[in-house]
Structures are given as C-alpha cells and as structure tokens.
C-alpha cells in the first residue's frame, strides 16, 4: 500500500526558497502521478504541479514560475524560490496510479499528512 511523506517545510522569510520531499513507501513510484497541493487558511486546496507516470510536467496558475516539481525513484520535491506571503499554506502530495495528471484533488488516492509553509515579512 503507498504511503506518502511529505517534509521540509518550515518559516521562511519572503522572497526565500525551499525545498520540500514527498517520500514514498509500501509501493514503488513508478507507473504512478504524483501533485504537490496547497491549502492556505481559508482558501480551497489548490493544484500547484504534477508530475506523470509518463514524465510530464503539468505547471498550474498557483505555481507560476516559481514552484517546480521533479521526482526521483520514489521521491517527490517541490523547489520553491522567491516565496511571496501568500505561499503561506499546508502543502500535500497526492498519487494515483495513472499515466494521466489532474488538477482535480479528487482524482488521486493517496496523500501524505501535509507540511506547514510559513512565509514571514
């Protein structure tokens, strides 16, 4: 059964970056599309990225040119440089098995718990 991880989140002053990892584990990654998600207080969760299990990068509005995936073996990361305030939320990872990418939270089957990003001024 995958399970997801997700890590690296922490306060960060505006206009600095981090990195967060989404960790896989009970399953391999392969074959599978995995979305980095975001929550701010609020606000609905919102599609930042998505990587395929046919390796193709989907960039939605929320990510701008700022936030960018990449995956490794069974590892997900979400580079984020010249975070903004508005970058403060709880990120998600999410998974589906499926050659296929979707900006729809309901289209996947397996999240991680989530990792806080605070932005300070």
């Known amino acids: 059964q995958l399970r997801l991880v997700e890590s690296g989140g922490g306060v960060v002053q505006s206009g600095g970056s981090l990195r967060l990892s989404c960790v896989a584990s009970?399953?391999?990654?392969?074959?599978?599309?995995i979305a980095w998600f975001r929550q701010g207080p609020g606000k609905e969760r919102e599609g930042i990225s998505c990587?395929?299990?046919?390796?193709i990068i989907y960039r939605y509005e929320a990510a701008e040119d700022r936030l960018a995936i990449s995956r490794d073996v069974d590892t997900v990361y979400l580079q984020m440089n010249r975070l903004r305030l508005g970058d403060g939320a709880v990120y998600f990872c999410?998974?589906?098995?499926?050659?296929?990418?979707?900006?729809?939270?309901?289209?996947?089957?397996?999240w991680g718990q989530g990792t806080q990003v605070t932005v300070s001024s």
């Open positions: 999410a998974a589906k098995r499926s050659v296929h990418c979707s900006r729809d939270s309901d289209f996947y089957s397996t």
């Open positions: 009970g399953d391999t990654l392969s074959g599978y599309s």
């Open positions: 990587i395929s299990g046919g390796f």
